[in-house]
T-cell receptor, first 113, second 114 residues
Framework: DTGVSQDPRHKITKRGQNVTFRCDPISEHNRLYWYRQTLGQGPEFLTYFQNEAQLEKSRLLSDRFSAERPKGSFSTLEIQRTEQGDSAMYLC???????????FGAGTRLSVL | DQQVKQNSPSLSVQEGRISILNCDYTNSMFDYFLWYKKYPAEGPTFLISISSIKDKNEDGRFTVFLNKSAKHLSLHIVPSQPGDSAVYFCAASAYSGGYQKVTFGIGTKLQVIP
C-alpha cells in the first residue's frame, strides 16, 4: 500500500497530557498538509510543509501545537497539554508539485478525557 | 466565514436514480474545485475535480458541473448505487503562499436506498 499512512489510528488521553501523531506521505510527494475535522464539519487546514519547510500555519494552530517534517519525508504533529476541545480527527494529506489533488490518510482520532 | 457552503446536510436517493449534490462558494479567487468522498473511519478519498476554465467534467457515473457566474457547482451521480452512500465534501482551492490552498465544505451525507 503506497497511500498516506497515519499512526496511531486512535488515541485516548487524559487532559493535560502530550500526544504525538505521525504521518507518512506518499513517497514522491513533496507537499504535506495537516487538517483537523470535528463532528459535522469539513477538514480544517492546520499547517502545510513543502519538503522540510513549514510554510504556513493556521491561526487554529495554537502554541500548544507543533508540527515537524525533519527530512522532508514523514511528519509529526504534537499537541502539548491537551484540552477536551482538542478532541477531533487529525488528517494528513500529501500532494506532488503543482498538482491540485491532495491524498488523505485515514486519520488519527483523538479523544481527550 | 464559510467560503465553501454545502447547504444540504443529507440526501436520500433511490438506487438507480440520480443523486445531485450542490455546493456554493464565495471566494472568486478559487480556480480549482474538487469533490471528495468519505466513508466512516476512513479519510476523504478524491473523487472528481474541475478547473475554473471548464464548466463540466465527467468520469464514469460522476459528473461535476461548474457555474462560475453563480459561484455554484454540483456533483451528479447516475445511476446511484448503495455503495455510493457516504459523506461528500465539496472543496475549492486557490493559489496562495506558493501552493494550492484547499477549503472544504461541511459535507453532505448521501444515502442510496436499495
Amino acid at each position: 500500500d503506497t497511500g498516506v499512512s497515519q499512526d496511531p489510528r486512535h488515541k485516548i488521553t487524559k487532559r493535560g497530557q502530550n500526544v504525538t501523531f505521525r504521518c507518512d506521505p506518499i513517497s514522491e510527494h513533496n507537499r504535506l498538509y495537516w487538517y483537523r475535522q470535528t463532528l459535522g464539519q469539513g477538514p480544517e487546514f492546520l499547517t502545510y510543509f513543502q519538503n522540510e519547510a513549514q510554510l504556513e500555519k493556521s491561526r487554529l494552530l495554537s502554541d500548544r501545537f507543533s508540527a515537524e517534517r525533519p527530512k522532508g519525508s514523514f511528519s509529526t504533529l504534537e499537541i502539548q497539554r491537551t484540552e477536551q476541545g482538542d478532541s477531533a480527527m487529525y488528517l494528513c494529506a500529501s500532494s506532488f508539485g503543482r498538482e491540485n489533488i491532495q491524498y488523505f490518510g485515514a486519520g488519527t482520532r483523538l479523544s481527550v478525557l | 466565514d464559510q467560503q465553501v457552503k454545502q447547504n444540504s446536510p443529507s440526501l436520500s436517493v433511490q438506487e438507480g436514480r440520480i443523486s445531485i449534490l450542490n455546493c456554493d462558494y464565495t471566494n472568486s479567487m478559487f480556480d480549482y474545485f474538487l469533490w471528495y468522498k468519505k466513508y466512516p473511519a476512513e479519510g476523504p478519498t478524491f473523487l472528481i475535480s474541475i478547473s475554473s476554465i471548464k464548466d463540466k467534467n465527467e468520469d464514469g457515473r460522476f459528473t461535476v458541473f461548474l457555474n462560475k457566474s453563480a459561484k455554484h457547482l454540483s456533483l451528479h451521480i447516475v445511476p446511484s448505487q448503495p455503495g455510493d452512500s457516504a459523506v461528500y465534501f465539496c472543496a475549492a482551492s486557490a493559489y496562495s503562499g506558493g501552493y494550492q490552498k484547499v477549503t472544504f465544505g461541511i459535507g453532505t451525507k448521501l444515502q442510496v436506498i436499495p
